[in-house]
């Protein structure tokens, strides 16, 4: 039973849209279980009037025992298929006006006055999943379902003949399908959808060519937002060092090379989030520079420290060794110049720009990324460069492992070097060996180098200084009382040991009399013996 009249004319359905194509498509497509159905308007005669639908009705109206059949079919092809269809629309008295396409999955806008293959003028495809319509992809391949007449070329659907892929016939009609439908969703009511429109005053629409799209990834907005948090973590630990600048452990870790190790992890993220923010030909350029830079900085400022308590607590010279903090930061500024000087040839000779990389499922979407035609040697330069500076740092590290831990931080350097070493080796590797490395690979993979490189220093080397400031917050630097306290400490140890080497030599002692006084006895029962024989 339909309660609607299904207009099934060739008036309404070879040149437009009408109910009755729309209830045969879905139809078609429910039974297929395809994204598409596309077929002929050639394929019924007549129309089906309210009321009780009989079977005859049904095959009066489908009178071709035309087979379903699907396929695979390109966005592409698609769009050449319905511009075959439309081939025919702009007036009744044209022959194999049969061809005019009604569909199901997708909707589509047509001008009739446009030239024969370019009327088709807007296609959007429904997304199954979340029930929109979007424009059509021509680099997707979508499943279709037709007839055996469309599939063989009937009506001048060469495209479809000759451009599918994975065809199978299901083994049913149309007039069978519709019949089994009407059985199990009586009554049936069918409107009108706007899913095929005629508009005079669309333009033309070139399928083939659209101005790309650039692209956001959801990646880049999570390391945007993931960065700007950890911009606050200098900003904290800038407030913390001042506001405890008289704490012993601020004092003890040297303030100004405090301020500059946050300072230092600050401008790195800076040129994180600029690169992130929006890819540009200054930002690709701007982000080697403030990253390099803030790495060799950080571990220089560490590393010139840790050189001046090995110059002053392994010093076998009698002449006192006075190192202040003006050529410690001479030393981190000719770390620093060796960086400049690479990234200014780099940048002179072949400086990055913004490259324009295409989605992998549509390459109509594009991406914005940092691109270097011979980057190769500047990179392999600034790595080799930094590993010096690392193999000196781990050379200090050894070396003043022994000295008072009030002073020195090696465990915690060793710990950043080790961090700083793995990351960058899985970067380098990554970057120049497994390849080729997508867009979104490449922003995860530049992010969390710098973040653990600068955020796993920060850990190290403000955690314990914080953990002690927890511990005795009020308690300040005292220069006098610390050493007093320190060679107390010294004086305790030298006593202890003191005591404990002369329990030792007692013991030796005790333990060498006892061995004597055998010796002795024995000596004494011989002599006895030797008399006794004299005698007799």
């Given at each position: 039973y339909t309660q609607t009249y299904l207009d099934g004319s060739d008036l309404s359905c070879r040149f437009g849209e009408c109910n009755?194509?729309?209830?045969?498509?879905?139809?078609?497509?429910?039974?297929?279980?395809?994204?598409?159905?596309?077929?002929?308007?050639?394929?019924?005669?007549?129309?089906?009037?309210?009321?009780?639908?009989?079977?005859?009705?049904?095959?009066?109206?489908?009178?071709?025992?035309?087979?379903?059949?699907?396929?695979?079919?390109?966005?592409?092809?698609?769009?050449?298929?319905?511009?075959?269809?439309?081939?025919?629309?702009n007036s009744s008295s044209n022959a194999n006006t049969g061809r005019f396409p009604q569909v199901s999955g997708m909707r589509y806008v047509f001008n009739v006055h446009l030239p024969a293959g370019s009327r088709l003028v807007k296609l959007d495809i429904l997304n199954s999943e979340s029930g929109h319509y979007e424009t059509v992809n021509i680099f997707r391949t979508y499943s279709l379902a037709t007839n055996d007449y469309v599939i063989n070329g009937g009506d001048g659907y060469d495209i479809i003949k000759y451009n599918t892929t994975d065809v199978v016939n299901l083994g049913e009609t149309f007039a069978n399908t519709l019949i089994a439908y009407f059985k199990d969703n009586s009554p049936v009511s069918y409107k009108l959808e706007s899913?095929?429109?005629?508009?005079?005053?669309?333009?033309?629409?070139?399928?083939?060519?659209?101005?790309?799209?650039?692209?956001?990834?959801?990646?880049?907005?999570?390391?945007?937002?993931?960065?700007?948090?950890?911009?606050?973590?200098?900003?904290?630990?800038?407030?913390?060092?001042?506001?405890?600048?008289?704490?012993?452990?601020?004092?003890?870790?040297?303030?100004?090379?405090?301020?500059?190790?946050?300072?230092?992890?600050?401008?790195?993220?800076?040129?994180?989030?600029?690169?992130?923010?929006?890819?540009?030909?200054?930002?690709?350029?701007?982000?080697?520079?403030?990253?390099?830079?803030?790495?060799?900085?950080?571990?220089?400022?560490?590393?010139?420290?840790?050189?001046?308590?090995?110059?002053?607590?392994?010093?076998?010279?009698?002449?006192p060794v006075i190192i202040t903090n003006r050529l410690l930061f001479g030393i981190v500024s000719g770390f620093v110049a060796g960086d400049v000087i690479i990234l200014i040839v780099w940048t002179a000779t072949n400086k990055p720009y913004v490259s324009i990389v295409s989605d992998e499922d549509n390459p109509l979407l594009l991406y914005k990324q940092c691109a270097c035609d011979n980057c190769l040697p500047f990179f392999i330069a600034l790595f080799a460069y930094n590993a010096c500076l690392m193999l000196w740092g781990l050379y200090l590290?050894?070396?003043?492992?022994?000295?008072?831990?009030?002073?020195?931080?090696?465990?915690?350097?060793?710990?950043?070097?080790?961090?700083?070493?793995?990351?960058?080796?899985?970067?380098?590797?990554?970057?120049?060996?497994?390849?080729?490395?997508?867009?979104?690979?490449?922003?995860?993979?530049?992010?969390?180098?710098?973040?653990?490189?600068?955020?796993?220093v920060l850990f190290l080397l403000f955690g314990p200084k914080i953990v002690a400031i927890i511990q005795e917050p009020e308690n300040k630097w005292d220069k006098s009382e610390f050493f007093k306290k320190k060679a107390m400490a010294i004086t305790d140890k030298s006593t202890a040991d003191s005591l404990a080497d002369a329990q030792r030599e007692i013991g030796e002692l005790r333990t060498r009399n006892q061995e004597l006084e055998k010796q002795l006895k024995k000596y004494h029962k011989a002599g006895i013996e030797s008399e006794d024989s004299a005698s007799k």
């Open positions: 009755f194509g729309n209830l045969v498509a879905d139809v078609i497509r429910d039974f297929a279980e395809t994204d598409l159905v596309l077929f002929n308007a050639g394929s019924f005669t007549r129309s089906i009037p309210t009321g009780n639908v009989s079977v005859g009705d049904c095959f009066e109206s489908l009178p071709f025992s035309n087979q379903v059949f699907i396929c695979n079919i390109t966005g592409a092809n698609l769009v050449l298929s319905i511009e075959s269809g439309l081939s025919r629309a899913r095929i429109r005629n508009d005079s005053s669309e333009p033309a629409t070139n399928f083939f060519y659209r101005e790309p799209e650039i692209a956001s990834y959801a990646t880049t907005r999570a390391a945007i937002a993931i960065t700007v948090l950890l911009m606050i973590i200098p900003f904290l630990l800038i407030g913390v060092i001042f506001w405890k600048k008289e704490h012993t452990a601020v004092v003890l870790g040297f303030p100004p090379f405090l301020y500059l190790m946050a300072l230092c992890a600050l401008l790195s993220h800076i040129g994180l989030l600029i690169w992130l923010i929006e890819p540009t030909n200054a930002s690709c350029t701007i982000l080697p520079w403030f990253v390099t830079i803030s790495v060799t900085a950080i571990y220089g400022a560490l590393f010139s420290k840790t050189w001046r308590l090995n110059m002053i607590f392994n010093n076998r010279k009698i002449k590290v050894i070396r003043t492992r022994s000295i008072d831990k009030s002073f020195r931080e090696s465990q915690y350097i060793g710990w950043s070097i080790y961090a700083c070493a793995i990351c960058l080796t899985i970067i380098i590797v990554t970057l120049f060996i497994v390849r080729p490395l997508n867009t979104k690979s490449f922003v995860i993979l530049v992010c969390l180098g710098v973040w653990i490189v600068m955020n796993s």
